[in-house]
């Protein structure tokens, strides 16, 4: 389980930002904190929820340097057609091989409805030297994280 003041582990994935370039979290780092929320699934009621929240506070995250990004299962391009869908901008980034949510140890099951290996719902606030600075995860998909709490992190963080 990745904790707060452990280094968080680097990735490179697909990031679906209207059209679907490379995401490496080192490389984004340079530019200041980020915020990886991972969610769900695209299109179902809390995550779009989620997703517009962290949409509609964007600009207090731009404002201290720190970018958001919504961490999925989801293909590239079922996230570029839930961000067209919501107006969400900042990128999503595609786990599509669960390699994301199993590096942070955020992987759940539905087993209920047959829905395997999705990403719980979490919030990690990485900071410039790539160190874990904020940890939140739910059991409940349900639940949504604290969103000030988030944004005072990601200050913190600057």
Known sequence: M????DDAP????????GDVDEF?????????PVVLAFFPGAFTSV??????TFRDQLSAFEDIG???YGVSVDSPF???EFREQNDLNFGLISDIDKEIIDAYDVRMDFADLGVHGVAKRAVFVIDTDG????????DDPG?????????AAAEDAA
């Open 2 to 5: 990745v904790e707060t003041g």
């Open 10 to 17: 680097t990735f490179t994935a697909p990031l679906a930002n």
């Open 24 to 32: 490496t979290l080192s490389a984004a780092l340079d530019d200041g």
């Open 47 to 52: 995550c779009t929820t989620e997703m517009c």
């Open 66 to 68: 720190a970018d958001v």
């Open 78 to 80: 079922a996230q570029n």
């Open 131 to 138: 160190m874990v600075a904020y940890k939140w995860v739910s």
């Open 143 to 151: 639940v949504e994280p604290d969103y000030d709490e988030v944004a």
